[in-house]
């Protein structure tokens, strides 16, 4: 067995186990009311960058954390409908509902989960044993 192969193994549980609090984070953020303090140091920031760089790094980690494709489309689409489900929920917490930050959510969730296979997929191969 090549000695990166459980390098490899114990990123992708590394990735498995820091998603789901990164997932909280994001689900927090999108239904939090607004928060002066936080609005402070986030507005230096466009609201669509925001979306967009929270679903990128949700997408990526869990593109990077299946070793099949079928899993990482399944994923990928969970995450677009969360993201429109929390837009329609952000109706309900005194924020304002838009389908532009749901257009940023699944730009996100499509350029993060095709770019981390384009990187994932080819390490795969490289430090797969011969006969697997």
Request: glycine content about 10%; hydrophobic content about 60%.
């Amino acid at each position: 067995m090549s000695p990166r192969r459980p390098l490899l193994h114990a990123a992708r549980i590394a990735d498995i186990v820091l998603f789901y609090p990164a997932l909280l984070l994001v689900i927090w953020g999108e239904l939090a009311g607004p928060d002066p303090q936080v609005l402070g140091l986030l507005a230096l920031f466009n609201d669509k960058l925001l979306h967009f760089l929270a679903y990128f790094a949700l997408a990526a980690m869990a593109a990077a954390a299946f070793r099949e494709r079928r899993p990482v489309f399944f994923a990928g689409v969970a995450l677009m409908v969360l993201g429109g489900v929390l837009e329609i929920l952000q109706g309900f917490t005194g924020r304002e509902v838009s389908v532009y930050d749901e257009i940023a959510n699944v730009a996100g969730v499509l350029v993060g989960g095709f770019g981390a296979r384009a990187i994932v997929e080819p390490l795969q191969r490289r430090l797969a044993p011969p006969f697997e």
